[in-house]
């Protein structure tokens, strides 16, 4: 069986009541910006603090959570985000510095 996922689909998706609870509407798309801002919250509570206390961490995501991380920790810009380029399915090494910024990305 194929499900095939229109824009009706996705909008009723957005309205689904078992979703009430949460107080919010769900978004039929998400930008860059949005995932970021999803994502750094759970980075500074769970996955940073990990980091400081010497302990490594493996992370698996899509490509916008990763591109938002890349984002992040090197501090590139707006601009220069769509340059980034990394395989899907792909693995790559981040070695951060004390203040879990960056220091080097291997692919």
Not at 29 to 35: R, V
Not at 55 to 75: E, M, P, V
Request: net charge positive.
């Amino acid at each position: 069986m194929v499900l095939k996922i229109c824009h009706h689909n996705l909008k009723e998706r957005q309205h689904d009541r078992r979703y009430d609870r949460l107080g919010v509407k769900i978004p039929l798309s998400e930008s860059l910006e949005m995932t970021l801002q999803r994502l750094l919250p759970y980075w500074q509570d769970h996955i940073a603090p990990r980091l400081i206390d010497g302990h490594n961490q493996l992370l698996f995501a899509h490509g916008s959570s990763l591109r938002a991380l890349i984002k992040y920790l090197d501090g590139i810009s707006d601009n220069d985000i769509d340059k980034v380029k990394f395989q899907m399915a792909s693995q790559f090494y981040i070695a951060l510095v004390i203040t879990l910024m960056s220091l080097k990305r291997l692919l």
